[in-house]
């Protein structure tokens, strides 16, 4: 019997995780008291789940400049997923705005960031390649491919960078429309078909971005052998 219940308990936590991945946008027990100030009060964005099945929460807010990213671990029990008719008009402002900015938080997240992060641990280690080839006399003739390498890598972090910052303007303008909407739900904007176009235009800038890097890579590679 002690099976069954455990299997059950276990059953019902994978399927409230998957629907948890699947919706991106989480409603926390007290997160508007732990994190004061919250553009979207106690809603969040899912960001992770370790093997404990503790939920990490992503909570946007807004800075004088910019926008801020606080990560924060729940248990399980604490994550609930936001039903439309079930909460006021209030909250059903912070839904809106949440479910229009979640994929592109996530994709902020899992990938502008992670690869400006490599693109500077590879240009750290191409320059200390170059160092080395410009001391050496055996090497000294790959000091041109090591500098095109260099040239390439930081091309690709400038338009990284750039990227990094359509991201958060475009997260921190609906993060205001969400605080104007505060004083009158009907101000909020219907995002749906800008955000459309903005998130085309940004795959097509990621696309690009994959195959430079790609390309580069491969004549990197087939320039050592």
């Known amino acids: 019997m002690l099976l069954v219940v455990r299997y059950g308990i276990f059953f019902y936590s994978q ?3 998957a629907q948890i991945q699947s919706n991106l946008v989480v409603e926390v027990d007290g997160a508007n ?5 919250l553009p979207l009060g106690k809603l969040g964005i899912f960001f992770d789940v370790n093997e404990k099945r503790r939920i990490r929460v992503v ?11 606080i990560y924060s671990w729940h248990n399980l029990a604490s994550i609930r997923m936001p039903i439309l008719e079930k909460i006021d008009a209030q909250g059903r402002v ?3 705005a949440a479910q229009e900015i979640a994929f ?15 693109l500077k641990k590879q240009w750290i280690k191409t320059n200390e390649l170059l ?12 000091q041109g491919m090591y500098q095109r390498a260099l040239s390439q890598i930081e091309s690709l972090l400038d338009k990284a960078e750039e990227l990094q910052q359509v991201y ?5 303008e609906m993060l205001i429309g969400r605080q104007i909407a505060g004083y009158d739900p009907h101000l909020l904007p219907d995002n749906g078909w800008a955000i459309d176009k903005q998130y085309k235009k940004i795959k097509e800038e990621y696309q690009y971005m994959k195959d430079t890097a790609i390309a580069y890579a491969e004549l990197l590679r087939t320039s050592q052998i």
């Open 168 to 172: 958060i303007g475009f997260i921190r």
């Open 15 to 17: 399927k409230k995780i």
């Open 59 to 69: 909570f946007p807010k807004l800075t004088s400049d910019g926008i801020e990213y």
């Open 33 to 37: 008291a732990r994190y004061p100030n």
């Open 94 to 96: 912070n839904l809106k």
């Open 104 to 118: 592109l938080i996530k994709e902020h997240l899992n990938f502008v960031e992670p690869e400006i992060l490599n």
């Open 131 to 142: 160092d080395l080839v410009e001391t050496s006399d055996f090497y000294a003739s790959q």
